[in-house]
């Protein structure tokens, strides 16, 4: 990696936006040391950030718990007034947020202008549904009684949010919980915390309160985590990343009973039936499989696809892959941008290899690429099997393999043959076919002919060992939420 000596200079329109130190009670907090966050595209130093410690964890947990006790008593209109700000304010310095993203996180401008506009998106769906907690009033047994129900926020909650999208895994989980009337500590990912601490300058700019947010930064993650998920003041934590990292912070937070809402792995099945409309399934194979360089937890991950359209389709996917462009993230031309660190890549090649010595088809990529460490070419495997750890362990890269079926119930066999349940996408035009497949796949979502599912209006989670509840949405507050049932009595 980079030494001191190599330092990025971003120009911003907004330069306050580029932060160093931790969120926590209103204040920027320096921290007895700091934690280099470097470029993967070159291996330059984006910036230093605190690297706090489970006291400083403590602190915020306890500013957090002493600004529940007005934010709760905000009205919702309050409420959706501030995360309408937020939200503008986000929209409003995007290019800057976009910078930042692409700087510490790599993927291209486009697609990092892309997620600023919908991680925001998500602030601004629940500005509305704060309005919309509602609650009932039961037909009573007797007539001396009434039954009514509320819901209230939960109280504190804490994140523990990934690196792959920086930006948009803190508004799927901060706006929800703010709009509920929670507050929030959140650890980002060490690799990826500039985009985290832009958004809480504008969240402090919008005029959220101080404790209602907080941020904290830092490579001491267990230290972090296990206040996060441990301490009594902490009603729900809720975390995007790996399986085995989830269930260690559920048996965590059993200790103290604490709801959680777990975005874990995936290993997307992406099912090409005879009938299908083959280039627009290539179409979204590459936008589903290539984004972020195929660092998302809901990106293809095996592409089953009928053995009478194979070749033609494995030949499309071949000349489409071979036309993406891979390079730096501000490059106009990168179409795919470097993966988070070298490790990544080396892990992803391990997977090719693994796949050819098994007897895989190398049809293009599958090498370290020459422009530097944490670059990898988009790569496509044909005669893929399932004896391959591709077709078992998630890729998280840019790796297309490529499998064959004979019938409708082979694929979906295939397809559920995972201890994951994330997403799922096929391709047909038969009616029929679509409620049978979509109602048969185990997965939390299912993408029909499309390769891009996600949007605030939509309920995002998993089934299986892929996790439990659901972000954005009508649904999206539910994690956020407790009922309580009040019997009013002596009428």
Known sequence: MSTAENIQTLSLN???????????????????ESVAVFNPANGN?????????????????????????????????????????????????????????????????????GEIAYGASYIEWFSEE????????????????????????????SAITPWNFPNAMITRKAAPALAAGCTFVCKPATETPLSALALCVLAQDAGIPAGVINMVTGANSREIGGVL????SIKKLTFTGSTPVGKVLMSQCASTVKKTSMELGGNAPFIVFEDANIDAAIAGAVASKFRNAGQTCVCTNRILVHENVAEEFTQKLIA????????????????IGPMVNAKAVLDTHSLVEDAINQGATLCTGGKVSDLGPCYY???????????????KEEIFGPVAPIYTFKTTEEAIALANDTEFGLAAYFYTRDFARTYQVSESLEYGMVGVNTGIISNEAAPFGGVKESGNGREGSKYGLDDYLELKYICLGGL
């Open 130 to 157: 704060a309005k919309r907690i509602d609650g009932d009033i039961i037909p009573a047994p007797n007539n001396q009684q009434r039954v009514m129900v509320i819901k209230q926020g939960v109280g504190v909650v």
């Open 45 to 113: 130093i984006v910036g230093r950030i605190a690297n706090l410690n489970a006291q400083d964890t403590e602190a915020a947990v306890a500013a957090a718990e002493t600004a529940l006790i007005s934010w709760r008593q905000t009205t919702a209109k309050q409420r959706a007034q501030l995360l309408r700000r937020w939200y503008e304010l986000i929209m409003e310095n995007q290019e800057d947020l976009a910078q930042i993203l692409t700087a510490e996180q790599g993927k291209p401008l486009a697609e990092a202008r």
């Open 320 to 335: 489409a892959v071979k036309a993406l462009t891979l390079g730096d993230g501000t490059d106009t031309e990168t179409s």
């Open 14 to 32: 907004y330069p306050e936006l580029l932060r160093s130190q931790a969120y926590i009670n209103g204040n920027w907090v320096e921290g007895n």
């Open 229 to 232: 998920s441990s301490h009594p």
């Open 377 to 391: 070419p988009a790569t496509v495997l044909a005669n893929a099997t399932p004896s391959m750890r591709v077709f």
